[in-house]
């Protein structure tokens, strides 16, 4: 598996976590470029939002313009996806909980 695919992978994940910890699980794009960047992944916004939009076209997130960033917020599918329920593909699992 090449580096950049792991690194989109886990982006994804990074992404649904950061919105599923919001109390009304939404973030805009250059909140969650920043929360990339703390896991030492530094992208620009446009190359965020190409992973967003891949996240909307799997269904795990839904998306909304907003000036020059794009607003998504986490659907039920991203939510189960968080949970372990289902398994999106190109969206890195997350670790089991501990008990």
Not at 18 to 26: R, S, V
Request: net charge positive; no cysteine; aromatic share 4%.
């Amino acid at each position: 598996m090449s580096m950049d695919r792991l690194i989109r992978e886990e982006a994804r994940l990074i992404i649904l976590k950061a919105l599923g910890d919001q109390l009304d699980e939404t973030l805009n794009s250059s909140l969650l470029t920043e929360e990339l960047r703390t896991f030492g992944i530094k992208r620009e916004r446009a190359w965020v939002h190409g992973e967003l939009a891949y996240l909307a076209q799997m269904g795990a997130l839904a998306l909304m313009e907003a000036g020059s960033v794009k607003v998504a917020r986490l659907t039920d599918l991203g939510r189960r996806h968080l949970d372990r329920d289902v398994a999106i593909e190109g969206v890195k699992r997350p670790s089991r909980r501990e008990a």
